[in-house]
């Protein structure tokens, strides 16, 4: 029996963990959930998993929460609880499924706490990578990717005996955008942008996904994950999602992760890592599968995979800048103050205007992601 604690537990990954925990009720408890502001859905998790600690984050949010509890529930009120919570002893693995910047800081807790991480949110090592891996490497935590493509790397990694890698292939659906012509892309609005193909994910990710800067963290966090070079990293666009990643070794081989697109499965393996638990749902039909794709990405129509090369190129505070100025520019795309293409404008502008730090400590992190986001912010006022 794990006990686990979920960051994040009303999104797209932290709905599906629980959806885990349900099916394997003998192998996981829930010691504690968090929520931003959906409170109702939080309530109902608390509940129905009978877990003795909730964190919503939102003040206006708490008193919602603690009427709708039980006395037995312990109700508690904004980050810094669930920092303190993750450090429980009671906790075995922490899942980092909070979106954007705000993750940081409770799974650096979590590390420091030597708790296993099973991480979902990539923007704790798009923004702090080298600090994050320099915690976690002192204080024993290990740190177990959710993501279905470096799942998929840390799969194939496992299966290489340590034979020396030549290059990682990341693989991308390519969004929903893939097939536009550039002209019709720059008139897209949000609710195109978030018609995933492929994968039901929370709106923010979805977006990262359309414009391919999603693409652009998963190259860093592999970048940090795996202990590569930014140029031993390939991104391929492969529409049909039926391979996850791929790694190429030194010898010419090529051992790739296949399945459907499920994220219960990346979830399940880093909970239960070294085991694997059988999940219900669907199973690859390889009669049905009618053939295979793959293309290069066109960084003409999505400039923000450029645009994160870059950044992991320079290194230092850029990656921590340009992860705050997406975020900012996203937020803004999806009240439709801004269009499609202002997303990689305002990015390159804050990557371009930011003070460059070389070595920063995670208060110049911090620093970097509050000033970028002003500015991003400032740029969609002009």
């Not at 929520?35 to 206006?60: E, K, M, R, W, Y």
């Not at 800081?105 to 708790?115: D, E």
Request: aromatic share 8%; net charge negative.
């Amino acid at each position: 029996m794990k006990t686990i604690a979920i960051l994040g537990s009303t999104g797209s990954i932290g709905t599906q963990t629980l959806d885990v925990v349900r099916q394997h009720p003998g192998r996981f408890s829930v010691f504690m959930l968090s929520a931003n502001s959906s409170a109702q859905l939080l309530v109902q998790q608390a509940l129905a998993f009978h877990v003795p600690h909730v964190v919503i984050c939102n003040p206006a949010k708490f008193q919602e929460v603690r009427d709708a509890l039980p006395a037995s529930v312990q109700v508690h009120l904004g980050i810094q609880a669930a920092c303190d919570l993750v450090q429980a002893p009671q906790v075995d693995v922490v899942v980092a499924a909070m979106v954007g910047f705000s993750g940081l800081r409770p799974t650096l807790s979590a590390i420091r706490a030597g708790k296993t991480i099973a991480l979902a949110n990539k923007e704790t090592l798009v923004a702090a990578g080298s600090i994050v891996m320099e915690e976690a490497a002192r204080y024993k935590a290990p740190i177990y990717p959710v993501d279905s493509e470096h799942s998929a790397i840390f799969q194939c990694l496992a299966a290489a005996q340590g034979n020396p890698v030549h290059l990682l292939h990341l693989t991308a659906s390519g969004g929903p955008f893939r097939t536009w012509p550039r002209e019709e892309i720059v008139k897209a609005k949000k609710e195109q942008a978030l018609k995933h193909p492929n994968w039901d994910m929370g709106a923010k990710i979805t977006i990262d996904s359309a414009t391919m800067m999603n693409k652009g963290f998963e190259v860093i966090e592999a970048k940090w994950l795996f202990g590569v070079d930014a140029g031993q990293i390939h991104v391929v666009v492969h529409p049909e999602s039926v391979i996850h990643s791929m790694v190429e070794f030194k010898d010419g081989a090529v051992i790739a992760q296949l399945g459907c697109p499920d994220m219960r499965l990346p979830i399940a393996l880093a909970m239960a890592y070294p085991g694997r638990l059988e999940l219900d749902g669907k199973r690859l039909d390889f009669n049905a599968i009618k053939g295979l794709t793959f293309f290069e990405p066109d960084l003409e129509k999505f400039p923000c995979l450029q645009l994160a090369f870059n950044a992991i190129g320079r290194g230092g505070n850029i990656p921590c800048a340009m992860n705050a100025a997406n975020e900012a520019a996203v937020a803004a795309y999806l009240k439709d103050r801004i269009g499609f293409y202002d997303i990689p404008r305002t990015i390159s502008r804050v990557m371009d205007s930011i003070g460059y730090i070389e070595n920063p400590s995670l208060e110049d992190i911090f620093a970097t992601h509050e000033e970028a986001y002003r500015m991003a912010e400032s740029f969609f006022t002009l």
